[in-house]
């Protein structure tokens, strides 16, 4: 993988950026895919969520130091961080890194797809909430801010490629908004549509046409009702950076990141599990429910450990055991008959 558009102390190769035995058996599994003339379809997967950092410092090991305050700015003047969601029990990731480092592929199959993401069009934006429900609307920006009371909520984030980070949301959780759409009792489950306009977010050299876009996600209606699951409009204080999927994205702090879909358009209540971007591309690779569990390996590399990102302005990662639902048991594992 050659980054020539990234700076040049950027420029590692990906046998640095990642574990190295993890980055052998991904060359090895596309040695297999192009050969067998699938590579081209499949290929983006095994970059997903891998964030091509550069250093690779292991961070001393400290107690997790409460996170600070973050600086809240308009929309968001007045916001209360919600107490639940208070301390991670780790050390926030710094902005700037959380910021910098972003899967959107509409943008491309890379992590520095920030810049790229600027053309994203994010105003107007609608949100057209529908399907089996009493009460179908489109909520335009403003009515999403007007029409739900918005928290400030802190919350680990688990890669499914083992990296980690934590991050201050804003938004407001996803049971309010199925307590304003009021689901008819033939709905199970939900499906994210996120926004797709191919000819504003394929650019020149743009390679990833061939995959299932829009990307779309879903979940059981009753995880979307858990207290967990969240829509955030801000983050770190700020609304939504396009990169971060502005302007509304999903927050699933017990799934693996890939189930929480960017820049949502559609909100689409189902009596049937959806068929999603990543699981209808590789399914064995990424399962639908996707939750955090160390003991269940990924077909290529173990979920034992993870890769958190160290605090600080520089990058560093720390070796930690993966927690069962990400750490989110108390609030999740009920709906799995745990
Ligand atoms: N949503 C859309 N629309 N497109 C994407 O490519 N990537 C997913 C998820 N949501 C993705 C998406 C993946 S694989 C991850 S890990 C997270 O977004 C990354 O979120 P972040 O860039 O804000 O950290």
Not at 70 to 79: E, R, Y
Not at 160 to 179: D, N, R, S, Y
Request: hydrophobic share 40%; glycine share 8%.
């Amino acid at each position: 993988m050659v980054f020539s558009h990234l700076p040049p102390d950027w420029q590692l190769p990906e046998s640095r950026a990642t574990d190295e035995s993890l980055f052998w058996n991904r060359r090895r599994l596309l040695k297999t895919l192009v050969g067998a003339g699938i590579g081209a379809a499949v290929s983006p997967l095994l970059q997903s969520c891998q964030r091509q950092d550069g250093a690779i410092a292991i961070a001393p090991s400290s107690p997790a130091a409460p996170p600070p305050p973050t600086n809240l700015q308009a929309p968001f003047l007045g916001v209360e961080r919600n107490r639940a969601f208070a301390d991670p029990g780790r050390s926030l990731t710094e902005k700037r890194i959380a910021n910098s480092y972003n899967n959107f592929y509409e943008f491309g199959g890379t992590k520095d797809i920030a810049q790229r993401a600027q053309r994203l069009p994010t105003d107007p934006w609608t949100v057209e909430v529908g399907g089996l429900v009493k009460n179908p609307r489109t909520y335009d920006r403003d009515d999403l801010y007007k029409t739900f009371p918005i928290e400030e909520r802190i919350y680990r984030f688990r890669c499914v490629e083992a990296w980690a980070m934590v991050v201050p949301w804003l938004g407001f959780p996803m049971h309010k908004l199925i307590a304003a759409a009021d689901p008819l009792p033939s709905a199970k489950f939900v499906r994210f549509t996120s926004y797709y306009d191919k000819d504003v977010t394929m650019g020149p050299g743009w390679s990833l046409g061939r995959l299932p876009w829009p990307y779309t996600e879903g979940l059981r209606l009753d995880e979307m009702a858990n207290e967990l699951a969240f829509f955030a409009l801000g983050v770190y204080g700020e609304p939504l950076p396009k990169q971060h999927g502005a302007p509304i994205r999903a927050v699933l702090p017990w799934k693996y990141g890939f189930k929480g879909a960017k820049s949502i358009v559609k909100v689409e209540f189902l009596d049937n599990q959806p068929a999603t971007f990543w699981n209808t591309l590789a399914a064995n690779e990424y399962g639908f429910e996707a939750n955090v569990e160390p003991e269940v390996p990924h077909p290529r590399w173990s979920q034992a450990t993870e890769r958190l990102m160290g605090p600080g302005p520089a990058i560093a990662w720390q070796r930690v055991p993966t927690l069962p639902y990400n750490g989110y048991g108390d609030y999740v594992a009920g709906l799995y008959g745990v």
